[in-house]
């Protein structure tokens, strides 16, 4: 199972993680739309991986991939993590 990490437009300094669906291509940088307590956010992929922290059990799948968009390029995604980091910010409201 595959599991992506997503910055959500969150006051909270945390990274979600989501089980990806078969059928879904998700990369680095692409936007997807997430439900976070039952609310729906829109949010962005900074990592995709095979494993992790969190129990596989709590984990929800990733509702879609937002069409027409491109991904985020690397070098904005490293933008967004200084300013995150420099601002002290959430990366998901950066």
Do not use: C, H, N
């Not at 992790?52 to 059990?57: M, N, P, T, Y």
């Amino acid at each position: 199972m595959a599991i992506a990490r997503v910055a959500l437009p969150v006051a909270v300094d945390k990274i979600f993680d989501y089980w990806i669906p078969e059928g879904l291509a998700v990369t680095t940088g692409t936007l997807v739309r997430v439900d976070l307590a039952g609310r729906p956010l829109a949010g962005v992929v900074v990592d995709v991986g095979a494993a992790s922290a969190a129990q596989s059990g709590s984990l929800v799948p990733l509702r879609e991939v937002v069409s027409g968009l491109a991904p985020l390029p690397p070098d904005v995604l490293a933008l967004a993590g200084f300013v995150a980091e420099y601002y002290q910010a959430p990366l998901g409201q950066v």
